[in-house]
């Protein structure tokens, strides 16, 4: 599996839906917007996604895009591979030599390393990036929260 821009845009993008789609359609640029990526990249990101079932879109006014399923069903493997083809990280040569037996010997690391990325993140949802981003959040403000206390009690004493 090939982790490329295109790949970071769409989960980036698919979470922006995740997020924002829950009150109705999102467009594609309130995500451009949001996430600073160009519409018509968007656009390409979008057919592919659509063309795998991940995102419906609705036309018209007041129209966008919703999530196709759940986000608890949406993979971030789904969402790479449906944007990006799958890609192995070698080729074998028909009339080995030396040098291509030494890379042959690497050849069953990297097919390893693929499949353990894809394995990685088929265990991850679109529902569980929101989760943690919102767990995120709110650490964040809880401890902005205590150091806004403790610069009070510190300006009052």
């Known amino acids: 599996m090939r982790l ?35 519409l018509s990249y968007l656009e390409q990101l979008f057919a592919a996604l659509r063309g795998k079932g991940l995102v419906r879109g609705v036309r018209g006014p007041g129209g ?9 069903e949406i993979s ?30 690497t050849h069953s690391l990297w097919d390893d390393l693929s499949q353990q990325i894809y ?14 981003g919102l767990e995120r959040e709110a650490e964040r403000k809880q401890g902005k929260s205590a150091e806004d206390l403790l610069d009070l009690n510190h300006r009052a004493a």
């Not at 109705?24 to 990526?37: H, K």
């Not at 790479?80 to 040098?99: G, H, K, L, Q, Y």
């Not at 949802?125 to 989760?131: F, H």
């Open 4 to 38: 490329s821009t295109k790949g970071r845009y769409a989960v980036t993008a698919m979470l922006d839906l995740a997020l924002n789609g829950t009150e109705g359609p999102v467009t594609l640029a309130d995500i451009s917007e949001n996430q600073g990526i160009s």
């Open 64 to 72: 966008g895009y919703y999530l196709g399923r759940p986000a608890d």
């Open 119 to 132: 394995d990685f993140l088929t265990k991850i949802t679109l529902a569980d990036l929101v989760k943690r």
């Open 76 to 105: 971030i493997a789904d969402v790479i591979c449906a944007v990006d083809e799958w890609v192995e990280f070698t080729r074998c040569n028909p009339r080995p030599s030396s040098a291509d037996t030494q890379r042959g010997m």
